[in-house]
């Protein structure tokens, strides 16, 4: 049975010009679509999460630069060109980890730094582009999802940590598109979503997500997986990616590389999913990739039993993010195939540079 997607997560309106994604933060309490009109409140979004997951942001900061280029009062091509370059610096700085980010405006304007004709072709160019990624996007993740599903085996119970679904791309999914591939294809799976503190990812989204595609899962704390892969309840661990540095190291939603440390010593194999725009060659290790942290108060709003669970004046950290050392990945499953170690010499030969 083919699972046929409610909508995209975000997505271009041609009728009004604007940029229309589904509002993250307040699944699953409500399905919500907002719209934007201009590019500094679409970055806003990407900051606040109303957009996350890393090839989703790609997607948004494309339609985003479309909205630029529809705002510019240009009419040349040079000064439109300007606006538009102004703008990408203005969306670059919405979120540091995601390389989708940087990726999708740096592809549009590469493309179209020597165009030719007028200032409103330039803007119809700057759209159909940033709409030929969304597309892509979409493609790409279901690609990815048949390499991965070769992978799972019939019976496998799978650790997913986040959210890697439709939810965080165009639609379909990284990791968690794998696991809908392999439950289309018959393959009974069993996920064990990690509830992902503290924007809580998996036991919002990711929950929703499997609910929708009739996926049996089980929501689990994050520091539960340690025990369900020391007793041999897991077969497998997958999860995304918002940045593969050249030596295979990857960036991923914070609590990934306890996953992997925890996998590894138990002989399961943990594989990174993520479309080749979120490699990113000029890094040569993980240590180089920016990490976000976020506000205090996304640790801090814990409740418990009806009450803020925290006592008073208490500070936090919040990183957003860490590194999981290739050492510890069995593979890295991209569209083009799934690369295996030694990562560092396989990688360039999976990813276009073009
Ligand atoms: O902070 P988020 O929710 O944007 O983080 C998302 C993740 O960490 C995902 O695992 C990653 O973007 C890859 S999923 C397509």
């Known amino acids: 049975m083919r699972i046929e997607s409610l909508m ?30 201009d590019h500094v409140s679409l970055g806003h979004a990407i900051t606040n999460m109303t957009v996350r997951g890393a090839p ?13 280029g529809f705002e510019s009062l240009a009419s040349s091509t040079s000064t439109l060109l300007e606006d538009l370059e102004a703008a990408s610096a203005t969306l670059k700085k919405a979120r540091p980890t995601a390389v989708n980010l940087a990726w999708a405006l740096d592809r549009i304007l590469d493309r179209l730094r020597g165009f030719s004709g007028g200032a409103d072709d330039l803007r119809q160019a700057v759209l159909e582009e940033a709409q030929r990624i969304a597309d892509e996007d979409v493609e ?11 992978l799972i085996d019939d019976g496998d119970t799978i650790i997913h940590h986040c959210n890697t679904g439709a939810l965080a791309t165009v639609d379909w999914g990284t ?32 929950a929703w997500e499997l609910q929708q595609y009739g996926i049996p899962f089980d929501l689990i704390s ?7 892969l020391h007793t041999g309840q897991v077969q497998k661990v997958l999860f995304g990616a918002d940045r593969v540095a050249a030596n295979g190291d990857v960036a991923n939603k914070v609590g990934t590389y306890m996953l992997a440390l925890a ?14 725009s979120t490699v990113d060659l000029s890094l040569a290790h993980g240590g180089l990739i920016p990490i976000e942290e976020r506000d205090q108060a996304e640790v801090l709003e814990i409740r418990f039993m009806g009450q803020t669970a925290t006592p008073k004046g208490v500070t936090a950290r919040n990183i957003a993010f860490d590194v999981t050392p290739h050492r510890l990945l069995s593979g890295i499953i991209t569209e083009n195939g799934v690369v295996y170690p030694p990562f560092d010499e396989n990688l360039p030969r999976f990813v276009k540079t073009t």
């Open 8 to 37: 995209r997560t975000v997505f271009w309106n041609y009728d009004t010009n604007e940029t229309k994604m589904i509002d993250q933060r307040i699944l699953p309490g409500e399905l919500a679509i907002v719209s934007f009109k």
């Open 56 to 68: 989703a942001i790609g997607a948004a900061a494309a339609f985003g630069l479309a909205l630029a």
């Open 140 to 150: 790409i993740n279901q690609r990815m999802a048949q390499h991965g599903a070769a």
């Open 175 to 206: 990791a968690l598109g794998v696991i809908r591939t392999a439950h289309e294809q018959g393959k009974k799976v069993h996920v064990l979503v990690d509830e992902t503190r503290p924007r809580l990812q998996g036991a919002r989204l990711t």
């Open 222 to 228: 994050d520091n539960m997986a340690g025990t369900f």
């Open 263 to 276: 996998a590894r010593d138990n002989d399961v194999p943990a594989y990174s999913v993520v479309p080749t």
